[in-house]
């Protein structure tokens, strides 16, 4: 997070500009300005002096507000103090806290663009200090919740570390093992959902130095070679003139093409310096291509994709990189860093799939590194900034999750004494349901958990009231992260009043209802039953009850008298092995993984299977339900 070299002629530049510009500049602002807020992820280095080459003295943290007493030369360190700490910072990583007067046409502006009140403050605070600055805001199609369902899909986000930002879903962690699934060469795990949410918010990076992800990317005639070389690390220095070159034909911001190149590092592991063994000679300095397949690491695919694209020279690389990015992503509407990491507006393509990296926080992080790197007179220059809204936002911002411990939350079963749960125990099952008798008034619930440290409530004896009790099992993860399991339990109600009939001769009911054919709707299946003294109620497996949708395998038939249940039934579709109301291809794979002793399936699950009632599931049964998907066979019921 430490400021980077600028090259020697950069510096002269940027002294004749302030120059040009006069002292008072810098005069002024130090004198209207007194505090700031830190932007980090994780800390913030505090320095002897304006440099990294000076001794690291303090942190500061994510929201720490300081007071700043003098601004380098070059605005790219400031010296702070909060309470004893006083040093030196660099100023990409601090947001002025500059003071807002109330700007009407601003506010017209703001109102006129659509942006939702929690966005305004942290525009106001950027506007005050850079008020050239353009905000666009861009209303997308979706929902909050429907985007971040799909990019929390296993493997489309990932991070390093710290493990406390990892994913355990289903997916993502070997239980065998013990191990994170590596999505990619060198401990890219999957994200967690929660971490995905906070690096998916726009509200959570509205400051000078992160609103970088959101600036437009295509070329602009103000962009200069020693801006490049200012972004650029050392070792790629001397590219700058051949990547300015390049973005100008390939008509994208060379500036952001700097800022990739920094973040993907390729310097570092032969991509960049054409030294990859077996591929001397060959570039690819943003990694295009490379990712880990076929048994070949990240990096080895990346080298083969630059071979086989011809790219024997850095410039050919540059420019051939710089057509591919602006062809494949700016052109089609993924125009800033944010929109290249979360695909929500290339539809050409693919939403949620066609993504640059799978890096959760590379548009941050690549934001950071731009604005570190921009000279005074860029970000005195009217930048324009596409601002996403998503519809249906949370009220509340979603927040970085702990950094310490892990998301071990799990169970590894769940026991009630004398009873069997349905469906059967898996971990990421997180609802049950059981039924017991009227004369039955407590079980005992037990369960145990994947990890020692973790930590669980709900478990012991449970005293039961006639009807439905509900359980909840609270697992807490040693980073913070809980995971409720649910058990209802339906205990007959006490013998009195008179009993709910079921007149019906549609479907059979003795220990399970049957004889229900396949999507027959829940209000149907109730009217079915025609029953007298009481009412009908269906319940899905969760507890929750169903008043529309379908029937299903492992749905509860519940009989009331007013309020008070006087029984209850599950029920069993034969060929609805799956629990979805329907009879298809599904249903055959699941009794077929559960023959070969893939994946078992029992309970009630296993009844419905087993269409020919013999009391076993095996290939006689397969066929039966296969000449019913074909049609051959009217009913399994």
């Known amino acids: ?78 010296k702070i103090s909060k309470g004893t700490l006083t040093g030196w910072c660099s100023s990409a990583y601090i947001t002025i806290n500059a003071t807002y007067k109330t700007d009407e046409k601003f506010e017209a502006y703001l109102t006129e663009q659509g942006f939702p009140e929690d966005y305004k403050p942290g525009l106001r605070q950027i506007h005050a200090q850079y008020p050239n600055w353009i905000f666009k805001a861009e209303h997308l199609s979706m929902t909050w919740a429907t985007a971040w369902a799909a990019e929390s899909k296993v493997g489309r ?45 726009p509200r959570n990076f509205l400051n000078s130095t992160y609103l970088f992800q959101f600036e437009k990317l295509s070329y602009s005639n103000t962009q200069t070679v020693a801006g490049i070389q200012a972004i650029l690390p050392s070792a790629l220095d001397k590219h700058a003139a051949d990547l300015f070159k390049a973005s100008k034909e390939a008509n994208v911001s060379a500036y952001f093409l700097a800022t990739r190149m920094t973040q993907e590092g390729s310097q570092n592991n032969g991509l960049g310096t054409g030294t990859y063994p077996g591929y001397e000679g060959y570039y690819n300095f943003f990694h295009i291509g490379a990712y880990a397949d076929d048994g070949r690491t990240a990096v080895h695919n990346g080298a083969i994709y630059a071979k086989n694209n011809g790219w024997n020279t850095p410039y050919k690389c540059l420019l051939g990189s710089a057509k591919y990015i602006g062809k494949s992503y700016i052109n089609l509407g993924q125009d800033t860093l944010y929109y290249q990491k979360y695909n929500v507006v290339n539809t050409t393509s693919g939403l949620y799939a066609h ?39 949370p009220a509340t911002v979603a927040a970085l999750p702990s950094k310490t411990g892990n998301n071990d939350n799990f169970l590894d079963s769940i026991t009630v004494s004398g009873h069997k749960l349905t469906p059967t125990f898996d971990r990421y099952t997180m609802a049950y349901s059981l039924h017991v008798g009227s004369d039955v008034a407590a079980v005992n619930v037990s369960a145990k958990l994947h990890n020692a440290n973790a930590k669980l409530t709900g478990v012991g004896t449970v005293k039961l009231n006639h009807g439905v009790n509900t359980v909840k099992l609270t697992a807490t993860a040693t980073s913070g992260l809980t995971r409720t399991y649910t ?85 069993v579709i034969y060929g609805d092995s799956n629990g979805d109301g329907k009879i298809n291809s599904q ?45 051959i066979t009217a009913t399994l019921q």
């Open 1 to 78: 997070m430490q400021t980077r070299k600028r090259c020697l002629s950069f510096l002269l530049c940027l002294c004749l500009l302030i120059t040009c510009m006069g002292h008072a500049t810098i005069q002024a602002l130090a004198a209207t300005v007194s505090t700031g807020t830190v932007h980090v992820d994780d800390s913030l280095r505090v320095r002897q002096g304006p440099g990294t080459n000076y001794t690291q003295i303090g942190n500061l943290y994510n929201g720490d507000v300081v007071t700043i007493l003098e601004i380098s030369s070059d605005k790219a360190w400031y």
């Open 157 to 201: 986000n990932t991070i390093q570390l710290p493990e406390s930002w990892k994913s355990m879903e289903y997916g993502a962690y070997d239980w065998t093992s013990g191990e994170y699934v590596e999505f990619d060469t060198g401990g890219w795990d999957a994200a967690h959902p929660n971490l995905i949410a906070y690096y998916m918010d």
């Open 355 to 393: 993504q640059y990296m799978t890096n959760t926080r590379a548009a941050a992080d690549e934001a950071a590194i731009r604005r570190q790197s921009a000279s005074a007179e860029q970000l005195a220059s009217n930048l324009t900034f596409a601002i996403p809204v998503y519809k249906s936002m």
């Open 487 to 571: 058990i209802t339990i339906t205990r007959d109600g006490a013998p009195s009043g008179t009993a709910p009939t079921i007149t019906g001769k549609v479907h059979s009911v003795a220990d399970v209802v049957t004889k229900v054919e396949p999507e027959t709707s829940v209000n149907k299946f109730i009217t079915n039953l025609a029953v007298t003294n009481g009412t009908a109620k269906v319940f899905a497996a969760d507890g929750k009850q169903k008043t529309s949708g379908n029937i299903a395998t492992g749905d509860i038939l519940r009989l009331y008298n007013g309020t008070t249940l006087h029984a209850s039934y599950p029920v």
């Open 587 to 631: 249903d055959l794979r699941k009794a077929q993984r559960h023959i070969l002793n893939v994946q078992s399936i029992d309970s009630y699950f296993l009844t419905a299977a087993d269409v020919n009632k013999d009391g076993k599931l095996n290939s006689q049964d397969l066929r039966q339900v296969q000449r019913h998907v074909l049609g």
